[in-house]
C-alpha cells in the first residue's frame, strides 16, 4: 500500500488551528496568520528539508534575521521546528496534530505557544527526501513593531526619582522627560525620591499602558505623586 502523503497547505492550516484552540483553552488571544511571516516559515522549512539539517540556526541566521528578510518588521518573535517521519505517510491532519502535541509537551516550545503578547503566526510545511515521507514543520510567531508599546515619564518636581521598569533600574531627573517603548507590558516601580545619603523610600506601582504619561508632581507634604493622564500627540 503506499503510503500516504498529506497536502502541505492544509498541514500547515490544521497547525494554526490547533494552536489557536490550545491559545483558547488559555485564555489567550487568536493569532492571525501573516503572509510574510508564512513566506518566512514556508523558506526555511524547504530549506531544512532540503539540506538535512535540523536547527534554528542551520543556515547561519537566527529566526529574526529570516523574517526580516521576508519584510516583517518585529517586535517580538518566537520559533518552533518539527520533524516526523513514518513510512505509512501522514493525514494532513494527523501530521499537524502531531506536530502541536509536540510543542505543548516540551516547556520551551510551548512556551512560544502561549507567548501572551503575540498577535501573529506563519506556518511552513516541507517534505524532505527519504525513503520514507518525511516532513519539517516550522513556525513562527511574532508581534510586529507597530504594536509596541509607548509611554512617557516626566519629572517636574526638584529632586530625582529611581524608578524601574522592565527589570532595568533608571533616574529621572528633576524637569527631565522621558520615553520608553517596549514589545510587552510591564510594571513601573517608582522606587526612591530626593538625592543625598537618605533618599525617601517609595512604593507607588502602575502598570506601564501604550499612550499613557506618567507625571511625577510634588505634594503637599513635600514628597511626590503620580498623575497618570493620555500623552498629548501633535496630531
Known amino acids: 500500500m503506499p503510503a500516504v502523503l498529506p497536502d502541505t497547505p492544509a498541514v500547515e492550516a490544521q497547525i494554526i488551528e490547533f494552536t489557536n484552540a490550545y491559545r483558547g483553552r488559555q485564555n489567550l488571544g ?3 496568520a501573516n503572509p510574510n511571516l508564512t513566506k518566512a516559515a514556508r523558506t526555511y522549512a524547504a530549506f531544512l528539508a532540503k539540506s538535512g539539517l535540523f536547527s534554528h540556526t542551520a543556515d547561519g541566521r537566527e529566526a529574526g534575521d529570516r523574517i526580516t528578510s521576508a519584510g516583517y518588521a518585529w517586535c517580538q518573535i518566537g520559533e518552533n521546528l518539527a520533524m516526523h517521519l513514518d513510512s505509512r505517510g501522514f493525514e494532513a491532519r494527523a501530521l499537524a ?4 502535541e509536540g510543542w505543548i509537551n516540551s516547556p520551551p516550545h510551548r512556551a512560544n505557544l502561549v507567548a501572551p503578547h503575540m498577535t501573529e503566526i506563519g506556518v511552513g510545511v516541507a517534505r524532505a527526501p527519504d525513503k520514507d515521507p518525511k516532513f519539517i514543520s516550522v513556525q513562527l510567531f511574532a508581534r510586529p513593531q507597530s504594536l509596541s508599546y509607548e509611554f512617557q515619564i516626566s519629572n ?3 529632586d530625582s526619582v529611581a524608578y524601574s521598569f522592565g527589570g532595568e533600574a533608571h533616574e529621572i531627573k528633576p524637569r527631565y522627560a522621558v520615553t520608553h517603548s517596549s514589545c510587552s507590558p510591564g510594571e513601573i516601580s517608582f522606587d526612591s ?9 517609595l512604593s507607588m ?3 506601564a499602558r501604550d499612550g499613557l504619561l506618567y507625571r511625577l508632581e510634588p505634594d503637599a507634604d513635600g514628597g511626590v505623586r503620580v498623575a497618570v493622564t493620555p500623552i498629548e500627540r501633535v496630531r
Open 97 to 100: 496534530e502531531k506536530s502541536v
Open 156 to 158: 517636574t518636581t526638584r
Open 30 to 32: 487568536t493569532l492571525t
Open 193 to 201: 525620591f530626593g538625592g543625598g545619603l537618605w533618599p525617601t523610600k
Open 205 to 207: 506601582r502602575y502598570e
